[in-house]
């Protein structure tokens, strides 16, 4: 077939087509192979090489496209037994793929290359040595090799591995021959099977006598060596071995040499590799012990803090640093137990649900041990085989959570409940049976039990202080020569003045007895005679915050039932928070603010003796001794939502703060929420939030944390601000045991870092995670809210249920009044359709509460728009599903110690009353042929930027996992991508590329994936908002306030109001023909984005990396880590190309 295809080119071009001619030639001496041929084979070798030894232009002929020269000449080299042929034929590979990149090398693996050279090392080898030919088949596998994913296996197979290893045992002085053996060994090593096997034949102390102290002879040999032990150190066995000989403390002690006298930092790529050896030998437990025991964290920091100033080295400055966070000694946080302080005893406790798996954890289980590399008996690396393509093993990770299942995937209306038992939520839809006069329009209003609220009353607060006990009236604000003593508020003092002696009594009690009236007391006699309150004036912010209330929100508290019967009122929750005016911009991240971090980290270890180690909070020991010396910082968060747990004095100026976990768990800490006093002004601060658990977070990518003072607030700007500089997230040195991890790995915690300069003396200000919305503030704008009801406003508040801790669950339904009680009218007042919205189901996603802030205060709203959106509409709302998580500042759960947005699927009346109820009350609606037409549970995000929403498709979760293919053709309605796409032409904060209507296996019982698959909805969202900002439309830039998320709640429902349009076909030739146009548009899949490659599966994290080049998650025991994960690709790491040119390079420089 070749000679059919090419014969003609050659006959008819003339002149260049020498070198095809002498091909054509040596293709029909090697189909007809005779013994006088030899000489001709030989004569004709020696031809073409000298011809494309010289004639640059002859080499793209022999591997043009069309041409088989390579499949002549490998014909050549497989059949030839003569040495001179054989050298000439590796000649002309040499020079044919010498140029032209990766292409020819491609070629020649392709037509089965490799293996030839492979299995010509091998037999040559058995001859008397030829030094020329090993060097040119070494220099040849050398180029190949990478090019070649399969080499490492082929070479094992084909028996090559020894044949270069005894190659460079027998010529550790003949350096022109050694290079190349290295060069080949490097790529070999780069298979972890062949890395033990290489170790087992001597390769390690092979290397270890090339490497050495510094010389600037055999730069790139030494370079080489270094490269290729540390790739033979990945395999574990290997690197014990190592440790075993005593090399780390040699190590270490060449690259103190290499640090020393490299004074011109000419060889930093070699200094890199040493360290790269290291690295890969504290993989191990018996490692990161000797590089301990050999001083190695002294000497990597001393070296490391000298090359700071040098930026070029900063590759050197980020190993070690990886290294030394790496051999940091992991310890368990400084806590009896990293349970939660507070239990909360439950009806009933599952077994083995993780609340009794969490109390059956035997005593100490807390403790940490360096769990990585136990099973010192299994080599691993032997067993696993190295066949598997790269590609394969990418696609499993990113589509593993993708459900597959098709009978999964199509929604089924679910068998609920027999009907006769829903029907007890008939009380919850009274619009669709009740009976209008008339006259008799009045929207029901609340259902609740009526407060004793006077909108009237504006008395002062009480402020009680521990530094005076003389009352004391302080002046108005804006004196700054008499400083405020600011304590916390507390509501339990102001009982009758005298300090409670039962604490624990709840405040849900005070509102039982029915006797007290808090406020009503506070500012007379009995207050003044207890001695220790001092009376402040609340700053008016009735004009600036229409919906907030100081007064009604004491009020609110004091029904609000709390685990540890919080006593105390926040400050910002009391005052209020107005948003900003001024823009805050996503901020810059400065470089090298990490490794400043780290550095003083590692520190700790390296100077024990700075540290103060100082507890000044800490709610395990409550008569932990608040220290007043003037010098420590006070802290406090005993009120709704706060949940600091212990602060640590570290440094005079830096303070380690543990949060508090989840109730009934032993983890999930995100949110905080805390108070910070005594502070001096003009001071660097540094505080580390130590227990944090993601592995990223928008810290890393300018997100600000939140501080309220309450100078300010006074002063007339009571807001919450973004504030805090030099802050990062990154993997710290605490860890918890694995059974502590629930069975995983010891985990390691991470460190949230930020670092605040207190402008005011005598300040109280709080931190916290973002802007935070208690349960008592959502009941206050609740009942505010209520009192904006018209005789336009059907506005309705029943009690879900109740929570496990006592609190009232709020539902809302809000719609139009009938227009009058015509039969036409209630008719179409009933035939509305439903939209379902909930919220704050995670506690820590306080966004989620601005947003329904917004929605709510725009469905009620005189607008014309939010008129004709009730007219739509029936809403049903449930602003909080988890009000005891939010009240006991929890992050994630409720008091069951579950993820109640798991528990959808199945949720237990006792365990998860929220979820019960809400998911019965829309199985009635879809019983009684209501199903909702849109439902939404608001969510917040805090990994990802924008506001986005999550859906469900077939199609798309089809598309994302390539198989099942034949199941395109089902029919889908694409309805469900209509709403995200009105939003994002709406909404500023909107990014419809960041939406994702794929249904994941592990979000099978979120309330999304549920009310879309069991009660049939097909419009069934998550709605994200970012906790950072955006990075896109009018916001790009900026970091987001509750202004932004109120926005965000009431374009929701102007979207909502859109869809209508779209939604009734009947009533479409009511608007303009335009509107048609943009329906067909919308539900044209053309016109979605990424229709043919959907790639909206929205991974965890889709942030580039930042600039600073430093790990923030990877360095760690964690052997599930994936950026630890050893390397079972042929090739994928070695060599790297960049170091070799840089190595060239630094070479033509010595
Ligand atoms: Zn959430």
Known sequence: ?????????????????????????????????????????????????????????????????????????????????????????????????????????????????????????????????????????????????????????????????????????????????????????????????????????????????????????????????????????????????????????????IYQDWHRNDTRHRHMIIRKSILGCIKNLTNIKLGRKAFIDANGMRILYNTSTECLPVRTLDPLVNTSSLIMRKCFPKNRLPLPTIKSVYQYPLPRILAGGPVAQLYSLPPGVDDVVDESDENEATEVDTENDTENEDDETGHKTQNDDIETDINKLRPRQMQSRPFDELRVYERFCLEFTQYFKDNDFQSPGSVMPPSSFDPNRHHPLIIPTTQNRRPKNIQPPRSNDSPLELDSISISKTLEGKPNPDLACSLGQLVLDGDVSVNGESGDGPQEESGDQAVIEVPDTAALLPLHDPDLYLEMVKGTRSVPAYTEVAYPDYFGHVALNLREPILERAYGVQRTKIFQDIERLIHPSDILDRVVYDLDNQSCPILDNGESLKFNSKFESGNLRKAIQIRKFEYDLILNSDINSNHYHQWFYFEVGNMRPGVRYRFNIINCEKSNSQFNYGMQVLMYSVQEAINGSPQWVRTGSDICYYKNHFSRSSIAAGGQKGKSYFSMTFTVTFQQKDDVCYFAYHYPYTYSTLKMHLQKLSGLCTSEIYYRQDELCETLGGNSCPLLTITAMPESSSNEHISQFRSRPVVFLSSRVHPGETNSSWVMKGSLEFLMSSSPQAQSLRESYIFKIIPMLNPDGVINGNHRCSLSGEDLNRQWQNPNAELHPTIYHAKSLLQYLRATGRTPLVFCDYHGHSRKKNVFMYGCSVKETVWQTNVNTSNCDLHEDLGYRTLPKLLSQMAPAFSLSSCSFVVERSKEATARVVVWREIGVQRSYTMESTLCGCDQGKYKGLQIGTRELEEMGAQFCVGLLRLRRFTTPLELHNHNSHLLDMENDLKDPRSIPNITSPTTYVLEEDEPAFLEEVDYSAESNDENDPDFEPDLQDNRVLPDPSSDSELSRQDSLT
Not at 86 to 102: A, D, F, M, P, Q
Not at 173 to 188: A, D, I
Request: charged share 20%; proline share 3%; glycine share 8%.
């Open 1 to 253: 077939m070749w000679q059919e295809m090419n014969k003609p080119k050659m006959a008819t071009e003339k002149g260049a087509s020498r070198v095809l001619m002498l091909l054509g030639q040596l293709e029909r001496l090697n189909e007809e192979p005779k013994v006088s041929d030899t000489d001709a084979t030989r004569q004709i070798t020696g031809k073409i090489l000298h011809i494309i030894q010289t004639q640059e232009k002859t080499r793209k002929e022999v591997m043009s496209k069309g041409s088989s020269g390579m499949d002549v000449i490998l014909s050549t080299l497989e059949n030839t037994g003569d040495l001179q042929t054989t050298l000439n034929v590796l000649s002309i590979l040499n020079e044919l793929l010498t140029v032209g990149g990766g292409r020819r090398t491609g070629v020649f693996v392709s037509k089965g290359g490799t293996a030839i050279l492979l299995q010509l090392l091998v037999s040559s080898s058995k001859d008397p040595l030829n030094e020329e030919l090993m060097l040119h088949i070494h220099t040849l596998l050398f180029k190949v090799g990478p090019k070649d994913r399969k080499f490492g296996v082929k070479a094992r197979l084909n028996g090559a591995l020894n044949v270069t290893v005894n190659q460079a045992k027998h010529n550790l002085q003949n350096h022109k021959l050694l290079l190349p053996c290295l060069q080949v060994l490097r790529v070999y090593s780069g298979n972890l099977v062949n890395a033990v096997s290489l170790g087992k034949s001597g390769a390690l102390e092979l290397m270890f006598e090339i490497i050495g102290p510094f010389s600037k002879k055999s730069t790139t040999l030494l370079k080489v060596a270094l490269d290729t032990l540390a790739a033979l150190l990945k395999s574990k066995m290997n690197a014990r071995w190592a440790v075993d000989r005593g090399y780390i403390p040699t190590l270490l002690a």
